[in-house]
């Protein structure tokens, strides 16, 4: 008598033993699921909501209709989109200055971290740093006002210093091709320093006996850069690299919002200024959803082929 | 190390000065380089403390001529300016509480090894590291829950960072021992308990960098002010920023040809840029090596 509901409680199906199981966890610890239930809760409403608003890529989204009445149309949003002569431009746009700023921006921090860690006196290289870590933490908007305060035309200072040794001035932010530049160099002087931490963590790691040896072997300061330090580094390149490569088809709408302006429009309006002049002021809702959606499908790509090449050409890879 | 280097060098006096010369070379191009990143605000500052006159006749470069704080009262004595200023304040407490609330809440728990569950949750938060809706399903989602030109659509959405709650998670678990844990639960104290009276008093330094990342981060960005806030008054103080630079911009010349302006709009702007710079500059000094940190935490995890 005794034995028969144990062998019966045994033979039971083992879900059912591991669903009694999972509410033993959850009454165990339901201090920590009541915590979680927090951030869940908005993660889920909005982290994961807006994911699934994706569909409206493929539907005809009207406001009155909501995300589950409107219309599927397949892919007619992302159809339009080639034909879509602003979207060319805000793509062209994009791939221009986030190429030039790969270009100029990446190799920048490499050359910077390894100046910064041959200065040998502490305090110096303190305060340099301090400095150069600066411009990472002013917004783009006081970046830009700034920039403005800079090479306005006429008031500002560096075109003001240009006339005063007799030279003409430049329209760094008011003729488009200047303007693109300026938008890179600007990026470059804002990024530069605080891009060289990941770098100068890695210089560290590298084993200092390496660079003693090379000193026995006679190796000069240029000789151990290049065959030390730079070997030592290259993981880190090339994953910054990767991660730079993936970002070629972002936009970051805060930096080409606040520095561009109407004369340079047509060199200024990247995809995201264009998502929200197309998408929220002109409300062209499914239209503009598809092009954040094709963005973004481009990017990942572009990242996992990257990772693919480094893991081909024997580096770790990122994923 | 050094040693050697130098004794070899006594050596070779070609040697010597080629590294002198390095030295030389990369002292001066460092230092110029971060002279080129604080310079360009000693001009504004400077300008912000001049006088119209001498900021029209272009005589300020880099120290104030005719001191005053005349722009400063201007930007002050605004209305819409402080309406800015105070939205702007309220909504980064308010959000740097939130987001250390939601990040605290998600980051203990990981920590529990017992957690069942634990890997699933942990992915769940994390894929919002990789994949986001996007600018207009964000938009359309504000829009469906009523929280345009409301303060909650500057709170809300962003108050939750995955990249936080990693740090949060990471430093729990290397500055509290596990077995500390383990044995006020086995005493019978409840999680949450744990966690405000041994966690959290441990965690202190680490709560208060990342208050500062999610404040210095919030008080930077405009994107959502721009996107969900029609209504002005409710303009956080970068996004007005923005606006104010924007259209004196276009409207240079025209601002210019008017003689009876009471002030140059050039000193009003750089008031203007000093005044929304100058709470991140206060704090700088002090946030800077958490910053540091947090880079490499936020690389180790990858």
């Not at chain 2, 403390?49 to 001191?67: E, G, H, W």
Request: overall charge positive; charged content about 15%.
């Amino acid at each position: 008598m005794k034995t028969k509901p144990m062998v019966h409680k045994t033979m039971k199906t083992k879900s059912n033993n591991s669903r009694r199981n999972f509410m033993y966890y959850i009454k165990r610890d339901w201090q920590l699921y009541l915590l979680l239930v927090f951030p869940i809760v908005i993660v889920l409403v909005f982290k994961y909501f807006p994911m699934a608003g994706l569909i409206i890529a493929f539907k005809d989204y009207k406001i009155l209709k909501g995300f589950v009445g409107s219309e599927w149309v397949g892919f007619k949003n992302f159809a339009e989109i080639f034909s879509n002569k602003d979207f060319y431009r805000a793509l062209r746009n994009t791939l221009t200055l986030n190429g030039l700023d790969l270009l100029l921006g990446f190799p920048m921090p490499i050359i910077l971290a390894i100046m910064i860690n041959e200065i040998r006196t502490l305090w110096y290289k303190k305060i340099n740093q301090t400095l150069l870590y600066l411009p990472h933490f002013l917004s783009w908007v006081i970046i830009a006002g700034v920039a403005y305060q800079l090479f306005q035309p006429r008031t500002g200072l560096v075109n003001i210093l240009l006339r005063n040794v007799g030279l003409e001035e430049i329209p760094f932010l008011t003729e488009n091709t200047h303007w693109v530049f300026s938008y890179v160099l600007i990026g470059v002087w804002q990024s530069m320093g605080w891009g060289t931490i990941i770098y100068l963590a890695s210089i560290t790691s590298i084993n200092p006996e390496l660079y003693d040896s090379a000193t026995i072997d006679g190796a000069g300061r240029w000789g151990k850069i290049r065959y030390i330090t730079l070997p030592g580094i290259r993981s880190t390149i090339t994953i910054i690299l990767i991660i730079n490569l993936g970002r070629i088809m972002g936009s970051s709408f805060e930096r080409a919002h606040s520095l561009g302006n109407p004369i340079v429009k047509e060199v200024s309006s990247v995809i995201a200024t264009y998502v929200y002049s197309a998408g929220i002021q002109a409300q062209k809702y499914s239209f503009t959803t598809a092009v954040g959606l094709f963005q973004s499908a481009v990017g990942l790509v572009l990242v996992l082929i990257s990772d693919w090449i480094s893991k081909k050409i024997g580096d770790e890879g990122l994923l | 190390m050094h040693n050697i280097n130098e004794f070899r060098h006594s050596n070779y006096t070609k040697g010597k000065i080629i590294d002198l010369a390095a030295d030389i070379f990369i002292y001066f191009t460092v230092g110029l380089l971060a002279l080129l990143c604080v310079l360009p605000f000693v001009h504004v500052l400077a300008k912000s403390l001049s006088s119209d006159a001498k900021v029209t006749s272009q005589l300020v470069y880099l120290i104030p001529k005719d001191f005053n704080l005349k722009a400063y009262r201007s930007v002050i004595g605004d209305p819409s300016m402080i309406r800015s200023l105070w939205q702007t304040i309220k909504v980064t407490v308010i959000f740097t509480a939130l987001g250390m609330f939601l990040t605290v809440c998600a980051a203990y728990p990981l920590t529990r090894k017992r957690l069942k569950g634990r890997n699933i949750i942990s992915v769940f938060f994390i894929i919002t590291l990789y994949f986001s809706g996007g600018i207009i399903p964000d938009y359309l989602l504000m829009h469906r829950l009523g929280l345009l030109n409301k303060s909650a659509s500057l709170i809300l959405p962003l108050a939750f960072s995955a990249y936080n709650m990693i740090i949060m998670r990471t430093s729990i678990q290397s500055t509290v021992p596990d077995s500390l844990e383990e044995s006020a639960f086995l005493d019978g104290a409840g999680d949450i308990r744990i966690l405000v009276q041994i966690v959290l008093p441990l965690c202190k330094p680490i709560i208060a960098t990342l208050c500062l990342f999610y404040a210095v981060g919030r008080w930077n960005a405009y994107q959502d002010s721009v996107f969900y806030i029609t209504r002005q008054p409710m303009y956080l103080l970068q996004h007005k920023l923005n606006l104010l630079i924007q259209t004196t911009n276009t409207t240079l010349t025209a601002s210019e040809a008017q003689p009876d302006t009471v002030t140059n709009p050039e000193v009003i702007k750089s008031a203007c840029i000093i005044f929304a710079t100058l709470p991140i500059v206060i704090v700088y000094p002090f946030i800077q090596k958490y910053f540091v940190k947090g880079v490499m935490i936020g690389a180790v995890k990858g």
